[in-house]
């Protein structure tokens, strides 16, 4: 039985520079992210995202960039919604 592949996000903040680096996810899509904390120890309200914050990540050969419209958490989850979602240039380099 294959794993399934690894889904990350790298964030950068105005001013400050990379929050994360390869910031696992367990839902990517150019209009939101999701990472679920049942189970795990680090909880929803430990992860540091905010509205303004740019997520970047790899699609096949290529990286897209987004910025974080709204942060919400529940008990057991962190969901951002994205906005303005393109694909960065071909020479562009993630890290």
């Known amino acids: 039985m ?3 592949s690894l889904i990350t996000v790298s964030i950068y903040r105005r001013y ?3 929050r994360y680096t390869d910031l696992p ?3 990517l899509e150019t209009s939101g992210l999701m990472i679920d904390c049942s189970g795990s ?3 929803p309200q430990h992860y540091d995202l ?3 914050d740019i997520v970047r990540w790899r699609a096949g ?3 897209i960039e987004a910025v974080i419209t709204s942060v919400t958490r529940d008990s057991t989850s962190v969901r951002a919604e994205l906005s303005g979602a393109h694909l960065l240039p071909p ?3 993630l890290y």
């Open 2 to 4: 294959s794993q399934p």
């Open 16 to 18: 400050y520079g990379y």
């Open 25 to 27: 996810v367990d839902r």
């Open 41 to 43: 120890f680090t909880r």
């Open 50 to 52: 905010r509205p303004g």
């Open 61 to 63: 050969d290529r990286c």
């Open 91 to 93: 020479d562009f380099f």
